[in-house]
């Protein structure tokens, strides 16, 4: 079985950030949509969202330890 190219690439590009708990690429869609996520991940207190550097519809996601 061949490996996909498209997918080693689009995990390339993440190897200078943290290791996030998810990363959410959301293809081609509206600002508004990932944005309208992205708001509604951060609402929850076990979740942090960054999209520093990422393509514009992309989001890491990152739990967060609530003790």
Known sequence: ???NKTDKTAAQQYDNYPDPDAIVHFGD???????LVEETLETSEFLSTSRDDL???TLLVEAVNNE
């Open 55 to 57: 393509p514009e519809t």
């Open 29 to 35: 869609v509206s600002e508004e949509l990932v944005e």
């Open 1 to 3: 079985m061949s490996e």
